[in-house]
């Protein structure tokens, strides 16, 4: 070959060798380590798993889902949230000496305690603090001190 053409080819060459010697690319930062959490993994301290539904529940002393076991109590006030129910439970169907109620938005449910029969003939009454649970026709009110209705429900023994 000669020196002309090679004198020629050089810029070529050089400007070849110039486009494949970019830059270095930046490297990227490298990925933190997330350590993925767990399905199932949120026991609390009785053992029960709120991702699968299980609440504990001290009238019944296990893990129950109260959506399951409890009679379902829906809004009546206005300043209540339309979608949130509270749930009723009792022991068992012979045993309502006392009823546990979870009500949205309290991390823990409330105790109520069986009143003795009033001479009107009601067919239950349970109190805790100012609330209270009246039963009449298969009917469940959850009441305010002021006798609001806040939630009520039927229980339906047929589920």
């Not at 009723?88 to 991390?107: C, H, I, N, Q, R």
């Not at 009520?152 to 023994?157: E, I, K, L």
Request: overall charge negative; hydrophobic content about 40%.
């Amino acid at each position: 070959m000669k020196i002309t053409n090679l004198i020629f080819l050089l810029p070529f060459a050089l400007l070849l060798t110039a486009c494949n010697n970019s830059e270095p690319k930046a490297t990227e930062p490298a990925a933190e380590e997330v350590t993925p959490s767990i399905v199932g993994a949120d026991v609390d301290e009785h053992g029960c798993k709120a991702s699968a539904g299980y609440q504990w529940s001290v009238i019944k002393n296990e893990c129950i889902r109260i959506f399951e076991a409890g009679i379902r109590l829906d809004p009546q006030d206005a300043s209540l949230d339309k979608t949130l129910s509270a749930f009723l439970v009792f022991k068992s169907e012979d045993d309502d000496a006392k009823a546990e109620v979870f009500m949205p938005g309290e991390k823990s449910s409330r105790m109520f305690e069986k009143q003795p029969q009033s001479p009107e003939g009601d067919a239950g009454t349970w109190k805790s603090g100012d609330l209270t649970i009246n039963y009449w026709k298969g009917m469940y009110m959850l009441e305010d001190a002021n006798k609001k209705v806040l939630y009520q429900g039927m229980w339906d023994n047929g589920k």
